[in-house]
Each structure stands twice: as C-alpha cells, then as structure tokens.
C-alpha cells in the first residue's frame, strides 16, 4: 500500500525559475512547506503555491513529494499525478485501442485546453523505497500551461496513482487539492523573497493575492495587471468603503504604514479600520496589492499647495462634485493628492487612482460627465488634456504638480 | 510617518507649528501601556481594540458602537504613545499631513487636550505624550466632541497621574 504523504511546491527558497516564490499567508501566519501534507491538507486553500510566470518561462518546472510504503516487499514503484478534471477517474486498464483511442487522442487535449489545470501533470516518475519510505522525490512537471499564463488563482486536481511494473495498471493513491496563483513576476518592494524566514512579514501574502488575483484574473500584462486591482479597489465603494469626507480625507489603513491585515478584514465584512478611506489608503491599496502580482507601481503625492478640483467621482460616490462639497472641514480642494504611480511619479509617468473618477470627456470642468477611472493615464502637464487636467481646475493646475520626493512603498503589517 | 522637508515647511506654516509646538503640556510624566477597558464610554460598546506595534509610531486602534443606535454607527478611537510631550507634538503635526482635506483647523474653543485640530465629525488631539484621533468609522456619521471630551477626561487622569 503507497501512500502520498507531502508535497513541496516551493523546494527552492533561493530561485523561482524551476519552482514557486516563497510565501506567507498574512502577517502572522505563515505558509508551511511542504505545502501540502496528509491528513492535514483537505481544502485547496489549505496547500497554496504561487508561480512568477516571467521566472518560470521555458524551464522545467518541479515539485517534489514523498510517499510511503506498508509493504516490505515494495522497493520502487512508478508514480504519477494526472489532472483530475482532465482525467476525472478513467482508469485505462489497457491502452485503448481502435475508436476509443482517437476520441482520446481528440478529446484530452480539448479538454485539457479547455478546463485543464494550469500545473498540467505530475510526470511519471520511479520511485524508490528505504525501510517503506521514498523521501522527498523531484518531479517534472508536464503539459503545464505556465508559459504565458494570465493572473488568476485557480485550483490544481491531482489524481495520483503508482504501478509497480509498467505491466501493471495504474492505481489511485490520492486526489490532492491546491490552490495556484499564477502571478506576472516576482511581487516587488514592499514585497520581499528574502530573508525567507517567519520573522520576515514583508514575504508576499496569500491573503493579499486572493484579492488582487481576483481582480485582476485574466491580465498577462503589468498594465492590466494595475488596471484590475484599480478598478476592483474602486468597486469596493459604497458597499466596503467610501471616501473620508466626516473625516477631512484622513488616512485609515495608511499612516505609518499600511495596515494590510485590517483592510483585509475589511475586505472579509469585518470592522476592519472602519469604513472610510481616503487617498493614500487607495494608493497603498492598489500599488501593494499590484506589486504582489509583479508590477512596480510607487504611492506618490502631487500638489505643491491647495488646489480646487474639477467634478469628480469620489470612492463610493454617485455624484459629480468637488470631494465632499459642503462637508465640514472642505473648500472644494485637496492640501495634496496621492495616486499609485509609475517609476519616477512625474509629469510624464502614468498613475493608478482608485481613489476616484474623474471626467473623461473633452470638457473635465463641467457637466456632462463621462466617468473615467484613472487606469495607466499619463499624469500631464497643465493644458494636455491628462490626468493632471481632469482633476484640478485650470486656475490651480500649476499647484497639482508631482512631488516625487514623497514617492514611497509602505511596509504591510 | 517621516516626513520630507518640502512636506514639513507646507505643514508647518499652515498649521502654524511655532504656536503649539512647545506649548503648555498635561502631566509630567510620560503615560505608557494605555489599554480602554470598555466601559469608559457610556452608550458605547467596546467591538474591537488592537495594539499595532508595526506602524511608525505604534498605536493602539479602538473601535466602539453605539449602544442604542445601528451597527452603522461606530467611532474609531486611536491613541498614539509617544515618548514625551515634544515627541507627541511632532507626531501630531505628522498626522496633519494626512488630511487631503486643507481645511483641518486648530480650535482653540474646545476644552479637549493640550492642542486640538477638527471638525464637529473629527477630532484630533494631544494630550501630554499621548495624541490621540476620535473619528466616524462607520456609514452613520454622529458628532464626535462628547465622545472626545470624555475620552481626554480618561486620558487625564492618566497624564496628570504619570501612571505607567
């Protein structure tokens, strides 16, 4: 009897060009390696792993496993992992042949096309047992879909079998879960591979990665990528959090660092830091959660002195106006603004703002208004239409201007 | 929560630092370990209080729902311990900068801490080392400067008393 007994997705903690990047859950809990075990691991959620597609492109990528032996006559056995939704308990007790073999030949590969796990098959591979155990075992990995594959966090179905000479059947051992994240590339500042130890929080969060995997599901590129965590930051407005107008715009999840593990317990319908955000949370949320997926976006101010504002749409909100017109506490304007923004956070560098729409249209001063998520939009110069121009009234353009001295990675904690 | 020289001239000449950066201060010793036990604010129920070592400075977050009223309604309560009285100043200007709102001003009606900022629905504060933010956290927005009066008689007799 062989029993499947772990397995190690991230066997490497020094490279990700053959295996997964180093992980946590969040702050406090980390994520065991092997990821997945028996007895323990029943859930997908339960044995996470997560791939920097850009490392891992064109290289063989492995797992290892061990497994265990009760007979004392079993001294090596072929084992194999088969996609489960590819090969959902067909057991070939023979080639087949004739008919059915073309209609396999035809249909495993549309359906593997179709619905197959993006880790593909664990290759058959002989293993060898010492007093009834095999140790850690090196796996290749076969028709995997990483190459190329899109953001996204999906379940991996694993019908494991062995067979003890080729002559033989093969037989289940196990079906083993696990959730995969595929990421565009290694997570960046404040996301940290090393030190791969407990102590280090800074180690990308599986927390973080359900989210921003989810909104962004599907990008193959750092602007999408940045484009969906923005818009599922907007969408989370009215329902889980709308712009601090009761409290002048102050930071919730920001000051002093970005209190992650409360904005996830927002996220999750708890109390978290309440219900209001204002702009450097929205700029901590999207740049952190978009460089968990590989992008390398900064948090950055504008405004060198007060400027009013043209109509917008601020997080949470239905109606065009200034943020927070008529609030106490309010003049129409912004002391400063902060954004998610691109590598030197000037005038011709491109931002991310979750935190608001502004109008899309040739006219941004006045109605009608065409909402218009800042998406990898050019932040200007006064008069060029930009970002710069859709958010601050001709008269004060001059005051909205980038302050790239602030630009900065807040530490999750 | 550093901030850059450019940040700190701006925050400095709009909140007019020099009047209350050393300006006269509660208590001389410095207050540590603060902790609410949940019953200091009458018609509020303590939900949740957790101490944030990470951030720069620590901070301990309290959140309290009102008693008689919806679960939208919920005041944030944050305290910031600061080594000493000029320490908590700096912090509380630092905090300023954290208003996109430029219409933040100092009151000088209101009988709460040593040097109070806000509004009727937010107000922030220092009270000897200790600065201290009473905001709306929740979708139902209430006036907060009860709340806030009676959150600074707690931390007085703290501050006054130097207990540790």
Request: glycine letters at 10%.
């Amino acid at each position: 009897m062989i029993q499947l007994e772990a397995i190690k997705f991230n066997h490497d903690a020094n490279d990700a060009s053959h295996d997964a990047i180093n992980l946590r859950r969040n702050a406090s809990q980390w994520v065991n390696v092997p990821e997945w075990q028996r007895a323990i691991c029943v859930n997908p959620e339960d044995s996470p792993a997560a791939y920097a597609v850009a490392h891992t492109a064109g290289n063989a990528v492995t797992i290892q496993a061990s497994f265990s032996c009760t007979d004392p006559e079993c001294t090596s056995a072929e084992i194999r992992a088969l996609d489960n939704v590819v090969y959902p308990g067909i057991v070939f007790v023979k080639q087949p042949t004739g008919c059915l073999a073309w209609l396999v030949k035809v249909l495993i590969p549309l359906i593997r096309a179709l619905v197959g796990n993006v880790l593909g098959d664990v290759g058959a591979t002989t293993v060898s047992f010492a007093g009834g155990q095999s140790g850690f075992v090196s796996f290749t990995l076969v028709n995997t879909r990483l190459n190329g594959a899109s953001v996204g966090a999906r379940t991996t179905e694993w019908r494991w079998q062995y067979r003890r000479t080729p002559a033989d059947p093969w037989t289940d051992i196990a079906i083993t879960r696990h959730r995969i994240y595929t990421i565009l590339d290694l997570p960046t500042a404040p996301w940290q591979q090393t030190p791969y130890q407990q102590s280090n929080t800074q180690l990308p969060w599986t927390d973080v990665l359900d989210y921003a995997c989810q909104w962004s599901m599907g990008a193959t590129t750092v602007e999408g990528a940045g484009g969906g965590v923005t818009r599922g930051v907007n969408d989370l407005g009215p329902a889980v959090v709308t712009y601090d107008c009761p409290g002048g715009g102050g930071s919730r999840y920001s000051a002093g660092g970005f209190d992650c593990t409360d904005f996830i317990e927002r996220l999750k319908g708890g109390v978290g830091n309440g219900y209001f955000v204002n702009c450097s949370d929205c700029a901590t949320f999207v740049s952190t959660f978009a460089n968990a997926l590989g992008c390398d976006l900064w948090q950055s101010r504008m405004g060198s002195a007060f400027f009013h504002l043209n109509p917008i749409l601020a997080i949470g909100s239905s109606v065009w106006q200034p943020a927070c017109h008529g609030t106490p506490g309010w003049s129409d304007g912004f002391g400063y603004h902060e954004v998610a923004w691109t590598g030197a956070c000037d005038s011709d560098e491109n931002v991310y703002d979750a935190c608001l729409k502004v109008d899309g249209d040739a006219d941004p001063t006045s109605a009608p208004h065409t909402p218009l998520l800042p998406v990898n939009l050019r932040f200007g110069n006064p008069g060029d239409g930009q970002y710069r121009d859709r958010l601050t009234v001709p008269a004060d353009r001059a005051n909205c201007s980038p302050r790239p001295t602030t630009k900065t990675r807040r530490t999750v904690s | 929560m550093a901030l850059d020289r450019e940040q700190r001239e701006m925050l400095e000449r709009q909140h007019e630092f020099s009047a209350w950066q050393a300006a006269d201060a509660t208590g001389e010793k410095p207050v540590q370990g603060f902790v609410f036990k949940g019953d200091e604010l009458p018609g509020w129920e303590l939900v949740k209080s957790r101490r944030k070592d990470a951030l720069d400075p620590p901070r301990l977050d309290t959140f309290w729902q009102s008693e008689d009223d919806s679960a939208d309604t919920l005041l944030g309560v944050q305290l910031i311990e600061r080594p000493s009285v000029a320490a908590a100043r700096e912090t509380l200007l630092e905090l300023l900068g954290e208003f996109e709102s430029a219409g933040i001003a100092r009151r000088t009606d209101l009988p709460i801490g040593d040097v109070v900022f806000g509004h009727e629905f937010m107000l922030v504060f220092a009270r000897g080392n200790l600065v201290i933010q009473v905001r709306n956290a929740g979708r139902r927005v209430v006036q907060v400067e009860d709340v806030a009066r009676t959150v600074d008689a707690v931390v007085v007799r703290q501050v006054e008393g130097g207990k540790g």
